[in-house]
């Protein structure tokens, strides 16, 4: 059965996808598959936090070139 893999992240696709071949061995790893979904989580929520840093970063930059066009920089 093929699955929308695009909807889930790649820690959800693999515990559905064993849970198929494995129904009942994968609750022996129960804890240690919520703990790399956390992992996971906390991944994808920091990745996205340093992506919005840099847009921010170079928006600030760009606000401070097009205010004072780089005029005060030290030679």
Do not use: C
């Not at 893999?5 to 696709?13: D, E, G, L």
């Not at 061995?25 to 992506?51: D, H, P, R, T």
């Not at 840093?53 to 928006?59: C, D, E, Q």
């Amino acid at each position: 059965m093929e699955k929308e893999s695009n909807k889930m992240t790649a820690v959800q696709w693999l515990i559905e996808d064993l849970g198929e071949y494995f129904p009942h061995g994968v609750g022996g790893i129960e804890l240690m598959v919520k703990k790399a979904l956390q992992m996971e989580k906390e991944q994808i929520i920091n990745a996205y936090i340093a992506n919005s840093f840099i847009r921010l970063s170079n928006k600030a930059e760009q606000y401070y070139e097009q205010i004072y066009g780089g005029n005060n920089e030290q030679q």
